[in-house]
Each structure stands twice: as C-alpha cells, then as structure tokens.
C-alpha cells in the first residue's frame, strides 16, 4: 500500500471522564504520512481505512496509543538534582534519555529533600476517543516519503511531525519538538504525533 498525506480535524477526549483533551476544530488541519510512525497507532489504523470527508469517532485503547500506566516508571530523586528550577507540581520538565532522545518527566510531588517524577507520558493508561473527519487525502510524492514530511524538503521546517511547527493552534507551543513529546504542563498534545 502506497503512503498517503491524510489532513485531519479532530476533537480528542479522554474516553473514561468525557475530558476534552485536544482539538483543532476551527484550525488548519493535521497532516501526517501513513506508514511513517507519525501518529498512534490506533488512530491510525482507522484513518488509513477511511476516505475523502469521511467523519468517525475512533476509540483508541492505551496499548495502541500512549501505552499503559507503569507504576516503575515513577522515580524519587534529591532535589539537588533540580537546583535552579522552581519546582510546581504537574510541570513539565525535559531532559535527554540514555540514548540521546528527549524525555519529558511530570513533577509529581516534591518535598525539601526529594522529588517524585513520573516517567509516563501524560496520556499513558487513558483509553481515548477521537472524532475526526478526513479533510484531504491524496497520495505522498517520493519526497515526501523519503523525508517523513509532508512538503518534502520544502517544507522541512514545518509540519507536524517533520519539524515541530504546525499551523493549527490547540493551547500548547512545541519548541523544536512536535505534538504530542514537546508539550507543556498547560496543554495534553493529544493530536497523537509521538
């Protein structure tokens, strides 16, 4: 099956409380390339199978979106570790992972001594329902492909998932990040880039 650039609209709840979590309603659709790993799984898995201004609601369950909550994934270190950081709890902090990549921890609780970090992506554990409609569908170009982003090297500065930036606008800035790993503590990034 060829890669295709889908555009969508979505409203993202969390399944269980009804909580909306995420939307660009009203915003410059997501676009992302099928078969790159751009998005969770399960969302999309749904949208590979759907067409051209189609609308569905997807339930999407932890294991194929942000996995389940693990309870080791929960540290307590020194403070000491944090000096020069005015601890809240629920902040987002960013650091680099054993093999180079970024990991973003939430501040859990903190005490004069410790802090209990939480490892877990914000999302993790929580079953999720997507609405979403098909804005645009259309066949990726090779360059497209070969880049993993849509606009190919034209466009290597923007996009979802190809370089951080987007246009739709949902309560979260994501540095040199992209939806859904850079997000702060104000916002879920559930757009389901990872």
Do not use: W
């Amino acid at each position: 099956m060829s890669s295709k650039v889908i555009g969508i609209e979505y409203t993202l709840k969390d399944a269980k409380t009804g909580e909306q979590l995420d939307s660009n309603v009203g915003q410059a659709p997501l676009e992302f390339i099928s078969g790159k790993g751009q998005i969770i799984p399960g969302l999309e898995s749904k949208l590979i199978e759907m067409s051209a201004n189609e609308e569905a609601d997807v339930l999407v369950q932890p294991v194929d979106a942000y996995g389940e909550y693990n309870d080791e994934a929960v540290q307590v270190l020194p403070k000491e570790q944090f000096a020069g950081i005015e601890l809240t709890e629920g902040m987002s902090l960013y650091g680099t992972g054993e093999h180079g990549e970024t990991v973003q921890v939430v501040v859990k609780s903190f005490s004069d001594s410790d802090v209990t970090i939480d490892y877990n992506h914000p999302m993790a554990g929580k079953t999720l329902m997507f609405s979403v409609a098909i804005l645009s569908l259309r066949d990726a170009t090779e360059e497209e492909v070969q880049t993993g982003v849509v606009g190919g090297m034209a466009a290597m500065g923007g996009g979802c998932c190809g370089g951080g930036g987007h246009d739709h606008d949902h309560g979260h800035d994501h540095g040199a990040g992209s939806c859904g790993t850079q997000e702060p503590k104000q916002s879920h990034g559930g757009c389901g880039c990872h």
